[in-house]
């Protein structure tokens, strides 16, 4: 397949995801605003107002109730997506275990930005790191583009018959969702034909038949019911068993995308940047691994070895591949843009730290949280990461394994 | 709006086939099921059920077992009528992109008092107000019996529960019960109505023409539960009557706001002497029994001043007074 005839566009993560799913023959929209996610609401509104699209879009009086309908959209056999960040999600929670508990592949894009209390609008990754165990897959895109291609993405791996997962986009508060950028854009019907139309794994049904698994007054089967201890646990093994499954379909859509788009983030899962001879490396989701490239290749210009390892997933974790890549790293920062309060650092440090543990040789590991609340990330904040980490290599010592980046002290 | 002219006769609704089966696990008596039934005959077609958690959910589906003869979803305990919002987009689209095998599918939600005047109501007023077309049914039987009989906002006043228990200075609950359909009402919704499953018939066709109406529907059903009102499970109908017969629970509908009542009500309004007193219909239920201690005496006296108040209020609605 060649790479498909695009046009550039300049436009903001938030307006990137609206055309993503316009693109994308989605059937239901059911959405709350919530800044910094309200572009992408708006943005869908206008194109239906328009008559741009078939979707029947629901501006529903919660996002509670927003995640329920696409939830029930879904299981009516619809194409289904929404978008929230922060309290929006954080009222859903209970509903994302709903989601994927009852087999739901809902698209969700989240603007990610800080909780309350104090309340804040910009950037941080506590909203969605804190819906790790929810059994979403969770896709976190480093600019715009990414975005937007992610985006397309998802509705394929989610809908995958072995999959069958819903996914969040997790694109960063402002920095991405309201900062214009050239975005790269396939032709709808490009887009049409990739993401086509959805299909649906066959169950046992009422009458011990095998009917297709969505509410089909043809075909009736029960969605939702109770399932007690003689049963729940299987059913939880099952999506645990479908998130293994994951790593390798979403690699496979990722490459099939590819080569229509011409576009490719390391290998779906996870982005090595300048890894392969690194001593010293940060790990990281976001848009803040942008910045990092800059400050690797400054720092490569002076002849230190470093690296950068982005995760474009973090559910499912890429356990394998995370440590293939840092094999040869000595020191190794990890960047948290969220903190587990009383633990130990944040979740994408413990998730490292343990990737690490079967390694053959083990790294220092030391674990910054930075940028809560939207607290600027800059290139010399991130230098001084690496200037901790030469230190650390040099005298294979760290002084303190969870720091605080870009605080007042 | 158009009324339906279907009047159902005994012999067609017991030759229907059973949509909601035996088999399930509620409690001998049980009013909800029998509602559930009940609406479940008024059917007209291809229809989709989602309910709400509670006890109706939970003793109907336990896995892998299921009384619904329906395409039927569970998903939470405050947002049945979001469950319906979604079915309901999710049709329409289909149906627009031509990927739906039927020309018409009815959506009804069931839920009960917790789900509806308490946890669920900003999801059900968020739904009706957008105008999904579909059939809310509320299964009232005044308080959350699925978690053990604790109060809701529907529990009425003086009646004891596990969390407005009466006790040696305190009556059972002191609040009066929400009025949850005139709520609805003042939602400008194009049908509400009120029922008893002692009345099947007029149940029957309230539930088809909401079921008919175009846009959103609201069913109120009153469901006598004998575990949680304490009284012996031969006496379900009895007490559902009751209920209806002492104007505790008057039957109802209004049809684009307009306020009519129902047959099984309109004689209590056109010969008031046949009301019935409100401290018979107490004395049958345990949930009440404290009331009847000299100490708490007075307590039945408010219930029947606040049974006469909204008694009087629902007839000036209707245009009927009490003298006319
Ligand atoms: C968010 C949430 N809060 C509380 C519960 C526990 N819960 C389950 S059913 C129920 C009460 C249901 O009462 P009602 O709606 O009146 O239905 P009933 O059981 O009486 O049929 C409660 C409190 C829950 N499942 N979800
Ligand atoms: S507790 Fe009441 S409502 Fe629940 S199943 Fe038993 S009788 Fe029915
Ligand atoms: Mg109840």
């Given at each position: 397949m060649a790479v498909a005839q695009q046009k550039t566009l300049a436009m903001n993560g938030d307006e990137a995801v609206a055309l993503a799913v316009k693109q994308s023959d989605v059937d239901v929209v059911a959405a709350y605003p919530i800044t910094p996610q309200t572009i992408i609401v708006e943005r869908l509104s206008e194109y239906v107002a328009n008559g741009e699209v078939e979707t029947e879009f629901v501006c529903t009086e919660s996002e509670h109730s927003a995640l329920t309908a696409c939830l029930a959209a879904s299981a009516t056999g619809a194409r289904t997506f929404t978008a929230s960040a922060s309290a929006g999600l954080a009222l859903m929670h209970e509903i994302l275990y709903v989601t994927s508990g009852c087999r739901a592949p809902v698209v969700m894009a989240i603007a990610n930005r800080a909780l309350s209390a104090p309340i804040n609008i910009h950037c941080d990754h506590s909203d969605s790191m804190v819906e790790r165990d929810s059994c979403w897959i969770q896709i976190y895109a480093e600019n715009s583009q990414e975005t937007y291609d992610s985006m397309i993405q998802s509705f394929r791996i989610a809908e995958h018959l072995q999959v069958l997962l819903p996914v969040m986009v997790c694109l960063d508060a402002f920095v991405l969702s309201h900062t214009l950028e050239n975005v790269q854009i396939l032709a709808d019907e490009t887009v049409r034909k990739f993401v086509g139309v959805r299909q649906f794994p066959l169950v046992m049904g009422h009458e011990g038949k095998e009917v297709p698994f969505k509410l089909d007054p043809n075909n009736p089967i029960t969605m939702g019911p109770l399932d007690l201890h003689d049963y729940y646990f299987e059913h939880k093994r099952q999506q645990e068993e479908a998130m293994k499954i994951a790593p390798r379909i979403i690699k496979e859509i990722h490459e099939e995308f590819s080569r229509i788009?011409?576009?490719?983030?390391?290998?779906?899962l996870i982005e090595a940047y300048r890894l392969e001879d690194a001593d010293i490396a940060t790990v990281c989701v976001g848009s803040t691994a942008g910045t990092t490239k800059t400050v690797v290749d400054h720092l490569r210009t002076k002849g230190t070895k470093a690296g950068l390892l982005r995760l474009r997933?973090?559910?499912?974790?890429p356990l394998t591949e995370i440590m293939g890549a840092l094999e040869n790293v000595k020191a190794l920062a990890i960047m948290d843009r969220s903190n587990s309060f009383g633990g130990s650092g944040g979740p994408i440090y413990h998730e490292i730290r343990h990737s690490m543990y079967d390694a053959p040789t083990h790294p220092h590991i030391v674990n910054y949280i930075y940028g809560?609340?939207?607290r600027d990330m800059p290139p010399t904040t991130i230098l001084n990461i690496y200037k901790d980490l030469q230190e650390i290599l040099q005298t294979k010592k760290v002084k303190r394994d969870v720091q605080f980046a870009g605080v007042r002290q | 709006m158009t009324t339906t002219s279907w009047k159902p006769t005994a012999k067609e609704i017991v030759e229907k086939a059973e949509l909601f089966t035996s088999g399930h696990r509620a409690c001998a008596g049980c009013g909800p099921a029998i509602a559930l039934r009940q609406v479940m005959k008024a059917t007209r077609g291809p229809t989709i059920v989602t309910n709400a958690t509670g006890c109706m959910e939970v003793v109907s589906t336990i896995y892998p077992y299921t009384a619904w003869k329906v395409p039927w979803i569970h998903t939470a305990f405050e947002n049945v009528a979001a469950n319906a919002s979604g079915i309901e987009a999710a049709l329409k689209a289909m149906k627009r992109k031509g990927r739906l095998a039927h020309e018409n599918i009815d959506v009804i939600a069931f839920a009960g008092d917790g789900g509806t005047f308490d946890i669920g109501i900003q999801a059900l007023s968020g739904a009706v107000e957008r105008g999904h077309d579909f059939l809310y049914v509320l299964y009232d039987n005044e308080a959350y019996m699925n978690t053990g009989i604790q109060r809701s906002g529907s529990t009425p006043h003086g009646a004891s529960t596990t969390t407005s228990p009466a006790g040696r200075v305190i009556p059972g609950k002191l609040q009066y019960k929400k009025p949850i359909a005139d709520i609805m009402v003042a939602h400008e919704i194009p049908y509400v109505a009120t029922a008893s499953i002692a009345y099947w018939q007029d149940l029957l066709v309230k539930a088809r023409r909401g079921l008919e109406t175009e846009g959103p529907a609201f069913m109120h059903i009153f469901t006598p539960c004998p575990r949680g009102w304490r009284y012996d499970t031969s006496k379900t109908i009895e007490i559902a009557r009751l209920g209806v017969e002492t104007c505790i629970f008057p039957l109802w509908e209004t049809i684009d706001g307009e306020y009519n009542l129902s047959p099984q009500s309109k004689i209590f309004a056109l010969k008031?002497?046949?009301?019935?007193?409100i401290s018979g219909y107490l004395k049958m239920q345990r949930r009440f029994k404290h009331l009847f201690r000299p100490k708490f005496k007075h307590v039945i006296d408010e219930i029947q001043h606040r049974v006469d108040e909204r008694w009087n209020r629902l007839l000036k609605r209707c245009n009927m007074t009490q003298s006319d």
């Amino acid at each position: 397949m060649a790479v498909a005839q695009q046009k550039t566009l300049a436009m903001n993560g938030d307006e990137a995801v609206a055309l993503a799913v316009k693109q994308s023959d989605v059937d239901v929209v059911a959405a709350y605003p919530i800044t910094p996610q309200t572009i992408i609401v708006e943005r869908l509104s206008e194109y239906v107002a328009n008559g741009e699209v078939e979707t029947e879009f629901v501006c529903t009086e919660s996002e509670h109730s927003a995640l329920t309908a696409c939830l029930a959209a879904s299981a009516t056999g619809a194409r289904t997506f929404t978008a929230s960040a922060s309290a929006g999600l954080a009222l859903m929670h209970e509903i994302l275990y709903v989601t994927s508990g009852c087999r739901a592949p809902v698209v969700m894009a989240i603007a990610n930005r800080a909780l309350s209390a104090p309340i804040n609008i910009h950037c941080d990754h506590s909203d969605s790191m804190v819906e790790r165990d929810s059994c979403w897959i969770q896709i976190y895109a480093e600019n715009s583009q990414e975005t937007y291609d992610s985006m397309i993405q998802s509705f394929r791996i989610a809908e995958h018959l072995q999959v069958l997962l819903p996914v969040m986009v997790c694109l960063d508060a402002f920095v991405l969702s309201h900062t214009l950028e050239n975005v790269q854009i396939l032709a709808d019907e490009t887009v049409r034909k990739f993401v086509g139309v959805r299909q649906f794994p066959l169950v046992m049904g009422h009458e011990g038949k095998e009917v297709p698994f969505k509410l089909d007054p043809n075909n009736p089967i029960t969605m939702g019911p109770l399932d007690l201890h003689d049963y729940y646990f299987e059913h939880k093994r099952q999506q645990e068993e479908a998130m293994k499954i994951a790593p390798r379909i979403i690699k496979e859509i990722h490459e099939e995308f590819s080569r229509i788009s011409g576009r490719k983030y390391g290998n779906g899962l996870i982005e090595a940047y300048r890894l392969e001879d690194a001593d010293i490396a940060t790990v990281c989701v976001g848009s803040t691994a942008g910045t990092t490239k800059t400050v690797v290749d400054h720092l490569r210009t002076k002849g230190t070895k470093a690296g950068l390892l982005r995760l474009r997933t973090f559910r499912p974790l890429p356990l394998t591949e995370i440590m293939g890549a840092l094999e040869n790293v000595k020191a190794l920062a990890i960047m948290d843009r969220s903190n587990s309060f009383g633990g130990s650092g944040g979740p994408i440090y413990h998730e490292i730290r343990h990737s690490m543990y079967d390694a053959p040789t083990h790294p220092h590991i030391v674990n910054y949280i930075y940028g809560l609340g939207g607290r600027d990330m800059p290139p010399t904040t991130i230098l001084n990461i690496y200037k901790d980490l030469q230190e650390i290599l040099q005298t294979k010592k760290v002084k303190r394994d969870v720091q605080f980046a870009g605080v007042r002290q | 709006m158009t009324t339906t002219s279907w009047k159902p006769t005994a012999k067609e609704i017991v030759e229907k086939a059973e949509l909601f089966t035996s088999g399930h696990r509620a409690c001998a008596g049980c009013g909800p099921a029998i509602a559930l039934r009940q609406v479940m005959k008024a059917t007209r077609g291809p229809t989709i059920v989602t309910n709400a958690t509670g006890c109706m959910e939970v003793v109907s589906t336990i896995y892998p077992y299921t009384a619904w003869k329906v395409p039927w979803i569970h998903t939470a305990f405050e947002n049945v009528a979001a469950n319906a919002s979604g079915i309901e987009a999710a049709l329409k689209a289909m149906k627009r992109k031509g990927r739906l095998a039927h020309e018409n599918i009815d959506v009804i939600a069931f839920a009960g008092d917790g789900g509806t005047f308490d946890i669920g109501i900003q999801a059900l007023s968020g739904a009706v107000e957008r105008g999904h077309d579909f059939l809310y049914v509320l299964y009232d039987n005044e308080a959350y019996m699925n978690t053990g009989i604790q109060r809701s906002g529907s529990t009425p006043h003086g009646a004891s529960t596990t969390t407005s228990p009466a006790g040696r200075v305190i009556p059972g609950k002191l609040q009066y019960k929400k009025p949850i359909a005139d709520i609805m009402v003042a939602h400008e919704i194009p049908y509400v109505a009120t029922a008893s499953i002692a009345y099947w018939q007029d149940l029957l066709v309230k539930a088809r023409r909401g079921l008919e109406t175009e846009g959103p529907a609201f069913m109120h059903i009153f469901t006598p539960c004998p575990r949680g009102w304490r009284y012996d499970t031969s006496k379900t109908i009895e007490i559902a009557r009751l209920g209806v017969e002492t104007c505790i629970f008057p039957l109802w509908e209004t049809i684009d706001g307009e306020y009519n009542l129902s047959p099984q009500s309109k004689i209590f309004a056109l010969k008031p002497e046949r009301k019935k007193k409100i401290s018979g219909y107490l004395k049958m239920q345990r949930r009440f029994k404290h009331l009847f201690r000299p100490k708490f005496k007075h307590v039945i006296d408010e219930i029947q001043h606040r049974v006469d108040e909204r008694w009087n209020r629902l007839l000036k609605r209707c245009n009927m007074t009490q003298s006319d």
